[in-house]
């Protein structure tokens, strides 16, 4: 069991100060990325301090990016997960090689026109119809991401088809993406981001416009995503 010291008689409260000393054990690497934090039982015996104080404690951790909680199952370390920016593969694809389930809910996913930003990055005619699709990706059932794509509709099955991975679905059609470009910036989560993913207002997002095409220079895909800043780590690596 770990140790987490404080000071009734310090004062700043008491909830801040067993936030702060579950803080420095992660931090130090006594609990491990990706581990389960002891009960809110287990907690108030370590430490003497009632489940609503154990509770406020935890939520900030939460709040600030560094637990996640998983309905039945506990709080958890966050773990940050490091995405290769020179391999071209979807949010589907990613999940299942850190050996996680994805998942989505869908926010969107219709037929439509382009706007004109989106003809002009897809060259293909306003009066075109494309395939909206908007969704919150999860991975291991913890809201990660939130994307939403713009397809060329004659480039891919019936949209009611489409399951996890995009990918898998333009694949089927002969018009999986073999390049692409993507800008990455920092931003921070507006209101109904922070919702969707289950974090703070204001937190730390990874905005990413990615643009995918074929080898003959079709393009496919135009997709503006929300990433968590707070668990995603994009990494390039240089010879």
Request: glycine share 8%; net charge neutral.
């Amino acid at each position: 069991m770990i140790d987490l010291p404080f000071s009734k008689n310090s004062n700043t409260p008491l909830y801040i100060q067993i936030a702060k000393s579950i803080r420095l054990k992660i931090n130090e690497g006594k609990i491990a990325s990706g581990e389960a934090l002891p009960s809110e039982r287990e907690l108030c015996e370590l430490t003497g301090a009632s489940r609503v104080t154990i509770r406020k404690a935890v939520d900030k951790l939460i709040d600030e990016g560094l637990l996640w909680r998983k309905q039945g199952s506990g709080t958890f370390v966050s773990e940050r997960i490091e995405v290769q920016t020179t391999h071209l593969g979807g949010f589907t694809d990613d999940a299942r090689a850190r050996g996680e389930e994805p998942g989505s809910i869908w926010l969107i996913r219709n037929y439509a026109n382009p706007t004109r930003e989106e003809a002009e990055k897809l060259n293909v005619p306003m009066s075109s119809a494309v395939a909206r699709l908007g969704r919150v990706r999860l991975s291991g059932g913890e809201p990660l991401a939130i994307e939403h794509a713009v397809v060329v509709a004659s480039r891919l099955p019936p949209i009611d088809e489409i399951e996890d991975s995009l990918y898998a679905a333009l694949e089927i059609k002969g018009k999986r993406p073999q390049q692409g470009r993507q800008k990455v910036r920092a931003s921070l989560a507006s209101p109904t981001e922070a919702g969707l993913l289950s974090i703070q207002e204001n937190s730390e997002v990874l905005r990413i416009e990615r643009l995918t095409w074929l080898d003959d220079g079709t393009v496919i895909e135009y997709t503006r995503s929300a990433y968590r800043g707070d668990r995603y780590e994009f990494v390039t690596d240089i010879n």
